[in-house]
T-cell receptor, first 111, second 114 residues
Framework: KNEVEQSPQNLTAQEGEFITINCSYS?????LHWLQQHPGGGIVSLFM???GKKKHGRLIATINIQEKHSSLHITASHPRDSAVYIC?????????????FGKGTKLSVKP | DGGITQSPKYLFRKEGQNVTLSCEQN?????MYWYRQDPGQGLRLIYY???????QKGDIAEGYSVSREKKESFPLTVTSAQKNPTAFYLC?????????????FGSGTRLTVV
């Protein structure tokens, strides 16, 4: 069983729709990261959170530490949001500060 | 602007040749990482370095080698011993080894071995 599970694997939405991507993890963590990977391959860090909720523009990330679950929401989706969204967890008590990555959710927003 | 530069973006090599991927950062970050990404899989850690002149193997280090002679540079060599080298390679860095301030990622190098 993977330590970080994302759902759905693929998601197609119409422009303007509200989108939710889920991430569940099975290990103890210090923080959870949401990353965005565009078709060219480069990765941008969207959020790093260890509790509660963070908002940046149309993006909202929440985490429930007790349930080991996080969600990434996109409000008023736009075709430029089309990308792969990756959840990753990190335990900073470890010796390497490494991340464990989910397999990603491929989002396609149609105009 | 500060960031991570990976070069080249696309790289083609013949089977049996060693190839070196470049990763440079001007963020003054202590820690640097190399990840490999294959279709349908999450990123996997190849090597990481927490400080100059020190590096550690990650989960899939076999067939790879690295060096960290300067703080800003962490090149990855894909050797002929790597059985399946065709993949997308990502370099990342963090302020400290515990990464409590998050990570910065490069734009990646897509290596194709023919």
């Amino acid at each position: 069983k993977n330590e970080v599970e994302q759902s759905p694997q693929n998601l197609t939405a119409q422009e303007g729709e509200f989108i939710t991507i889920n991430c569940s993890y099975s290990v103890g963590i210090s923080a959870l990261h949401w990353l965005q990977q565009h078709p060219g391959g480069g990765i941008v860090s969207l959020f790093m959170l260890s509790s509660g909720k963070k908002k940046h523009g149309r993006l909202i990330a929440t985490i429930n530490i007790q349930e080991k679950h996080s969600s990434l929401h996109i409000t008023a989706s736009h075709p430029r949001d089309s990308a792969v969204y990756i959840c990753a967890v990190g335990n900073y008590g470890g010796s390497q500060g490494n991340l464990i990555f989910g397999k990603g959710t491929k989002l396609s927003v149609k105009p | 602007d500060g960031g991570i530069t990976q070069s080249p973006k696309y790289l083609f090599r013949k089977e049996g040749q060693n190839v070196t991927l470049s990763c440079e950062q001007n963020l003054n970050h202590d820690a640097m990482y190399w990840y490999r990404q294959d279709p349908g899989q999450g990123l996997r850690l190849i090597y990481y370095s927490q400080i100059v002149n020190d590096f550690q193997k990650g989960d899939i280090a076999e067939g790879y080698s690295v060096s960290r002679e300067k703080k800003e540079s962490f090149p990855l060599t894909v050797t002929s011993a790597q059985k399946n080298p065709t993949a997308f390679y990502l370099c990342a860095s963090s302020v400290t080894r515990t990464a409590q301030y998050g990570y910065t990622f490069g734009s990646g190098t897509r290596l194709t071995v023919v």
